[in-house]
T-cell receptor, first 109, second 112 residues
């Protein structure tokens, strides 16, 4: 069983819509959770981190964490074509990072 | 903000040669650096964790004699791929814990 699971996509949404990206993890002891955006051929860029249950908002991005369900999500409001990228979910457990395989998001103009 | 600078951004080398990749922390001290490898269309896989002044800790399946990691100062960690082979061609990325686990810009290694 993979440590972190993501749907590979692609997820296609029209410009201006809400994109919803999901991630599940297997280790209940995981302590912190991260979302990264990665453009093709580039290094991942940290979007958000979340450490406790509930929602965390930053601009157009909202991360949601549900530790009981071992579920993390990322909502992107007012999606823009520039948001088209692969989104990686990462889970940190005692300073070891485990990454999902990423969800490819396409935002259509 | 704090930045991790990685060089070179890309390198092509002949099979059997060694390649050194540098990761520098700019305007902060990095006590812990993480080295990752990413094959095309796959996710990042942690290779090793390096702590300043001590030996690196390698993940299972990563050959420590092939991937030499040196973290001799608080601002520089290096990864040397020794006797590189085509299967080592990958995207290598470093990360520093002190900056919220942000990543260096990555190094695309192609072994021909």
């Amino acid at each position: 069983q993979k440590e972190v699971e993501q749907n590979s996509g692609p997820l296609s949404v029209p410009e201006g819509a809400i994109a919803s990206l999901n991630c599940t993890y297997s280790d209940r002891g995981s302590q912190s959770f991260f979302w990264y955006r990665q453009y093709s051929g580039k290094s991942p860029e940290l979007i958000m981190s979340i450490y406790s249950n509930g929602d965390k908002e930053d601009g157009r991005f909202t991360a949601q964490l549900n530790k009981a369900s071992q579920y993390v999500s990322l909502l992107i409001r007012d999606s823009q074509p520039s948001d088209s990228a692969t989104y990686l979910c990462a889970v940190n457990n005692f300073n070891k990072f485990y990454f999902g395989s990423g969800t490819k998001l396409n935002v259509k103009p | 903000g704090a930045v991790v600078s990685q060089h070179p951004s890309w390198v092509i080398c002949k099979s059997g040669t060694s390649v050194k990749i540098e990761c520098r922390s700019l305007d902060f001290q990095a006590t812990t650096m993480f080295w990752y490898r990413q094959f095309p269309k796959q996710s990042l896989m942690l290779m090793a964790t390096s702590n300043e002044g001590s030996k690196a800790t390698y993940e299972q399946g990563v050959e420590k004699d092939k991937f030499l990691i040196n973290h001799a100062s608080l601002t520089l960690s290096t990864l040397t791929v020794t006797s590189a082979h085509p299967e080592d061609s990958s995207f290598y990325i470093c990360s520093a814990r002190e900056v919220g686990y942000t990543f260096g810009s990555g190094t695309r290694l192609t072994v021909v």
